[in-house]
């Protein structure tokens, strides 16, 4: 799996690619995250895009993320998930507790 961030207007946008699994994987991202939260910019937008597959690792990373930038006092928007992605997350229902729009303008524009 590979992460990569890139400004857009106030947004960190991280970039996801591979399987989001329980072990490295979700550790690189949460060190991601962790690692932005200890900057300026507390707005994120984490493109699901590029995600295969998430595990239950993975769906505890996207909750714990979304959970962290609240507490940071920032927002965290995910977008482009997949509809395998798509369906796992609202199986576990994470799809109602998460700011999850269909694509990065939308992510970007919402107020």
Known sequence: MAVSVRD???F???KVQGSLITGEPVNALRTCIHELLSGETKEFAIDLGGVDYLDSGGVG???AISFSA???GGTCRFF???PGV?????KV???RAIQLF???SAALSKS
Do not use: C, F, Q, Y
């Open 8 to 10: 857009v207007k106030n």
């Open 12 to 14: 960190k946008v991280v």
């Open 61 to 63: 990373a996207i909750a």
């Open 70 to 72: 609240r507490e940071a």
């Open 80 to 82: 482009g998930a997949s």
């Open 86 to 90: 798509m369906d796992i997350l609202k």
């Open 93 to 95: 229902n994470l799809h």
């Open 102 to 104: 269909p694509d990065e």
